[in-house]
């Protein structure tokens, strides 16, 4: 089992601020498996969320599924289109 941390921005945009990953998340709703929290994305209408919780997978298994980003728009709900925008570093936009 595999315990996963992910956090989704719901627009991918370039700060000149650096924000701490850690700063300013609240508890959106919790269930006995997962804890979804949210907070406000600077220069944005929209919310970031970040969810934390156990997963009845391998860890490889997991992160195949999250690399899959070109796939996205066929098992996640309300993704039209998702695709790399740029690469920097260990990042992607």
Not at 23 to 36: F, R, S
Not at 42 to 66: C, M, N, Q, Y
Request: one cysteine or more.
């Amino acid at each position: 089992m595999s315990l996963i941390y992910l956090t989704s921005a719901t627009i991918a945009a370039e700060s000149a601020e650096a924000v701490d990953p850690n700063e300013g998340w609240k508890l959106v709703t919790q269930t006995k498996d997962v804890a979804i929290y949210s907070r406000p994305h600077s220069g944005s209408s929209l919310k970031e969320f970040k969810a934390i919780g156990l997963i009845d997978a391998p860890t490889h298994a997991v992160h195949v599924v999250i690399d899959d980003f070109e796939n996205y728009p066929n098992f996640m709900p309300y993704t039209a289109e998702c695709r790399l925008v740029k690469r920097e570093s260990d990042c992607l936009v």
